[in-house]
């Protein structure tokens, strides 16, 4: 298993630009989410799945899209970026083992840098 | 106030200390926890998952919880250089299970000298 892929691992953008980040998952996992990871700010929800065709927002939703049309992929819109979604993001996918247990799995991280 | 609240540290310490991580909450609801360990330029990885009640042993990692003063605490004994790593605490989103959505502390970054 790949586990948890992201692509890109590094991307620069101008203001203004918009782009895609890529996730997926080999795992069969339900769960799905989107992260940011900020100095001093530690990780903050964007986004998360628990299926296919559902979303949700996180805490930090504003400037972002997210779908989930297959298990496997969650895919993060930045629709028109900002120097203040420069950080580094984190896709995780999680599976619920009962009794409340589950566990996330997260990716290698992709590093956004917005001039 | 952010749900769960995390020293960020830096915390140096040499080989062989017992190092102590906390993090405090405020959703009494919390039923878990868990504790990640990050190392850099490295996506967080399950360290260790623990119930609100008790502690839990996982070779040389304690976790512990205190419900009455809602708070969580990560022991290493003889840490070692390999140990050093951002841990970063966590609850989940909804009583019931994370299902995705958890609430991070900001992490402590640990760092092990020989």
């Known amino acids: 298993n790949a586990g948890v892929t992201q692509t890109p691992k590094f991307q620069v953008l101008k203001t203004g630009q918009s782009m895609t980040l890529q996730c997926a998952q080999d795992m069969n996992h339900e769960y799905m989410s989107w992260y940011r990871q900020d100095p001093g700010m530690g990780l903050r929800l964007i986004h998360y799945?628990?299926?296919?065709?559902?979303?949700d927002q996180g805490e930090v939703p504003n400037g972002y899209n997210v779908s989930r049309s297959t298990t496997e992929d969650f895919p993060l819109r930045l629709l028109s970026a900002a120097p203040s979604q420069t950080s580094v993001y984190f896709c995780?996918?999680?599976?619920?083992?009962?009794?409340?247990?589950?566990?996330?799995?997260f990716g290698p991280g992709t590093r956004l840098l917005v001039l | 106030q952010k749900e769960v609240e995390q020293d960020p540290g830096p915390l140096s310490v040499p080989e062989g200390a017992i190092v102590s991580l906390n993090c405090t909450y405020s959703n009494s609801a919390f039923q878990y926890f868990m504790w990640y360990r990050q190392y850099s330029r490295k996506g967080p990885e399950l360290l260790m998952y623990?119930?609100?009640?008790g502690n839990k042993e996982d070779g040389r990692f304690t976790a512990q919880v205190d419900k009455s003063s809602k708070y969580i605490s990560l022991f290493i004994r003889d840490s070692q250089p390999s140990d050093s790593a951002t841990y970063l605490c966590?609850?989940?989103?909804?009583?019931?299970?994370?299902?995705?959505?958890?609430?991070f502390g900001k992490g402590t970054k640990l760092s092990v000298k020989p």
């Open positions: 623990t119930y609100s009640s």
């Open positions: 799945s628990v299926g296919a065709g559902i979303t």
């Open positions: 995780a996918s999680s599976y619920s083992t009962g009794g409340g247990q589950e566990t996330q799995y």
């Open positions: 966590a609850a989940p989103g909804w009583d019931g299970g994370s299902q995705g959505n958890l609430i």
